[in-house]
């Protein structure tokens, strides 16, 4: 059964930094594309960031693009997202989803809620 | 990046009725539609991609049509899980984008 596990959120102030994780299991971790996707309060999903399968390529949304850094680990089966500089605009759960060859997101964690807040 | 325009908004249903959400893009994306049903507590499922492809697992009372510019979410004979959040995706070109969303809430 594949599983993810988002970790590491919580309540940051305005220029702080922050960094999330993603533990994966049920699948061979490394076969994949994976992301971040976003959801602020009462909004829409938005796609935040993606990476290739040994992380030699990264791809972001303009309004994360300098201020964030996707990563993984594929010896442990864990993605990461460095979130510096943090806004109040960057208040959302964070998930972590599998990502298709064909670019859609089939399976999804259940999320971690960051706000930033002084 | 293409904008992905959902409607409607919110949408009152009873079961077994039948309901249509719409989803047009900004500039042709193929095929290359994704929908996902969001629901409190549980994991994004995905249901559909490529436009009308049921991913394993979605019943087969949701269906998925359209190409170009202009996308339908069909479900038939609702069931009570089926009310919740939808979304639409699509998955032609960086950035990914998604629609605004539909609740489909119990009439």
């Known amino acids: 059964e594949v599983q993810l596990v988002e970790s590491g959120g919580g309540l940051v102030q305005p220029g702080r930094s922050m960094k999330l994780s993603c533990a994966a299991s049920?699948?061979?971790?490394?076969?994949?594309?994976m992301a971040w996707v976003r959801q602020a309060p009462k909004k829409g999903l938005e796609w935040v960031a993606s990476?290739?399968?040994?992380?030699?390529?990264?791809y972001y949304g303009d309004s994360v693009k300098g201020r964030f850094t996707i990563s993984r680990d594929n010896a442990k089966s864990t993605l990461y997202l460095q979130m510096n500089s943090l806004r109040s605009e960057d208040t959302a759960t964070y998930y972590c989803?599998?990502?298709?060859?064909?670019?859609?997101?089939?399976?999804w964690g259940q999320g971690v809620m960051v706000t930033v807040s002084s | 990046d293409v904008q992905m325009t959902q409607s409607p908004s919110n949408l009152a249903a009873s079961p077994g009725e039948s309901v249509s959400i719409n989803c047009k893009a900004s500039k042709s994306i193929s095929k290359y539609l994704a929908w996902y049903q969001q629901k409190p507590g549980k994991a994004n499922k995905l249901l559909i991609y490529?436009?009308?492809t049921l991913q394993s697992g979605t019943p087969s009372r949701f269906s998925g049509s359209g190409s170009g510019t202009d996308f339908t979410l069909t479900i038939r004979n609702l069931e009570p899980e089926d009310f919740g959040l939808y979304y639409c995706?699509?998955?032609?070109?960086?950035?990914?984008?998604f629609g605004a969303g539909t609740k489909l809430e119990l009439k």
């Open positions: 990476i290739s399968y040994e992380g030699s390529s990264t």
């Open positions: 989803a599998r990502r298709q060859v064909q670019r859609y997101f089939d399976y």
């Open positions: 049920g699948f061979t971790f490394s076969d994949y594309y």
């Open positions: 490529s436009g009308s």
């Open positions: 995706q699509q998955h032609n070109e960086y950035p990914d984008t």
